[in-house]
């Protein structure tokens, strides 16, 4: 970890974090090669980025992404995966993740499968 307090920012390099909410349940869980993250609570990462949703049992996978915590905002330019325990897989560019509304948007390429168990 490299921390620039003139700039207000860390640099984590092979990071790997959780998330854990106010009742000690481990929410989040992932990794990336390079995070970068500033004082106001906004940050970026890049390279082999992977968020596990472990309440929601999804999963997030991309090479860049950028975090406004202010407006609880997740985005990239980049193309992102986002896979649930379902069988939904749902991949595109221009991706916008509104944490607060719990709602994913996709503005480009966008392309997925369903998979059904057919065991029923």
Known sequence: ME??????????????MVEIKADGELS??????WIEL????DG???????IHDLIGDSRLEAESLKWDSKNRLLT????VQ?????GLTVRGSGFVA????????FT?????????????
């Open 82 to 86: 986002v896979s649930s325990s379902s």
């Open 108 to 120: 480009e390429g966008v392309e997925g499968t369903l998979e059904l168990d057919d065991a029923k």
């Open 38 to 41: 500033y004082g106001s609570g």
């Open 44 to 50: 970026k990462a890049s390279g082999n980025i992977v």
């Open 3 to 16: 921390t620039y307090n003139e700039s207000d920012r860390s640099i984590f390099e092979n990071a790997g």
């Open 28 to 33: 989040l869980e992932g990794g990336a090669d």
């Open 76 to 79: 990239s330019s980049d193309e």
């Open 98 to 105: 509104d944490m607060a509304r719990e709602r994913y948007t």
